[in-house]
């Protein structure tokens, strides 16, 4: 498991988007964790996901697990 992946748990995913409207692209899910005060790592590994859209929070966490 990659160090970045580790830092960022699925509770800190969830606490960071909650609220988010979807389907949301990549660009509308990191706005909605830096609103959220999410913390540089999480920023990261948002960053790193593929530029799609994302037709819930399942979906996210999916491609967050096969980071």
């Known amino acids: 498991m990659?160090?970045?992946k580790e830092a960022v748990s699925?509770?800190?995913m969830h606490r960071y988007l909650h609220g988010l409207d979807?389907?949301?692209d990549r660009d509308r899910l990191i706005?909605?964790?830096r609103e959220s005060g999410a913390s540089?790592?999480?920023l990261k590994?948002?960053?790193a996901m593929p530029a799609q859209?994302?037709?819930s929070m399942a979906e996210v966490m999916r491609r967050y697990a096969e980071r």
């Open 22 to 24: 979807f389907p949301a």
């Open 53 to 55: 859209d994302y037709g």
């Open 31 to 33: 706005r909605k964790a």
């Open 45 to 47: 590994m948002l960053a």
């Open 40 to 42: 540089p790592e999480v």
């Open 10 to 12: 699925p509770d800190d």
């Open 2 to 4: 990659s160090p970045e």
